[in-house]
T-cell receptor, first 117, second 117 residues
Framework: GAGVSQSPSNKVTEKGKDVELRCDPI?????LYWYRQRLGQGLEFLIY????????KSGLPSDRFSAERTGESVSTLTIQRTQQEDSAVYLC???????????????FGPGTRLTVL | AQSVTQLGSHVSVSEGALVLLRCNYS??????LFWYVQYPNQGLQLLLK??????LVKGINGFEAEFKKSETSFHLTKPSAHMSDAAEYFC???????????????FGTGTRLTIIP
């Protein structure tokens, strides 16, 4: 079946502009995660959705970052007034469920490479 | 809080030689541990995971990892390296939130594996 897809695959923007990154999880997966991968670094957790709600937003680096999820499917990560330090690969992952002691495998998309000039 | 440390950001081995990628964890609760692989321009793929069952875990592509509580380690090994193993490898630990029962993965900084012909 289809895996996690993300769009665009690459995005180049100017400092100060807003960007939207999209994630289409695997059908039926209720849990959705956003991570950021800066060059030469590991993955940083940004935000987690269970269904349409986001119980954990602890990783969002600033109030310029926001995310939403509609219909327990597509999620968008929005970065307002982008800064050069926002340049990174943004990865989305989904899993069947999360919580209650379950550890369902997270399946990752190919990522969106964001470059802020 | 849970964390992982990957020793060696770059590892080079000859084709046919043993692959050993090191990961040490820190966790206040019994951990769930994961190894992911990232091929160039692709998303992360789960290699294997430890979820408190057998301490020796076998994964895809001939990789395996052993959970050693006394050493707080979860090193990844493969007896004989293949050219196709060249990739970046990430160790991760499950961080568990008791309030919502939700989970996220905390990743190491990654180890880039190069195979020498």
């Amino acid at each position: 079946g289809a895996g996690v897809s993300q769009s665009p695959s690459n995005k180049v923007t100017e400092k100060g502009k807003d960007v939207e990154l999209r994630c289409d999880p695997i059908s039926g997966h209720t849990a959705l995660y956003w991570y950021r991968q800066r060059l030469g670094q590991g993955l940083e957790f940004l935000i987690y959705f269970q269904g349409n709600s986001a119980p954990d937003k602890s990783g969002l680096p600033s109030d310029r970052f926001s995310a939403e999820r509609t219909g327990e499917s597509v999620s968008t990560l929005t970065i307002q007034r982008t800064q050069q330090e926002d340049s990174a690969v943004y990865l989305c992952a989904s899993s069947l469920a999360s919580g209650g002691g379950r550890t369902d495998t997270q399946y990752f998309g190919p990522g969106t490479r964001l470059t802020v000039l | 809080a849970q964390s992982v440390t990957q020793l060696g950001s770059h590892v080079s081995v000859s084709e046919g030689a043993l692959v050993l990628l090191r990961c040490n964890y820190s966790s206040s609760v019994p951990p769930y541990l994961f190894w992911y692989v990232q091929y160039p321009n692709q998303g992360l793929q789960l290699l294997l995971k430890y979820t408190s069952a057998a301490t020796l875990v076998k994964g895809i592509n001939g990789f395996e990892a052993e959970f050693k509580k006394s050493e707080t380690s979860f090193h990844l090994t493969k007896p004989s390296a293949h050219m196709s193993d060249a990739a970046e490898y990430f160790c991760a630990v499950r961080a568990f939130f008791t309030d919502f029962g939700n989970e996220k993965l905390t990743f190491g900084t990654g180890t880039r594996l190069t195979i020498i012909p």
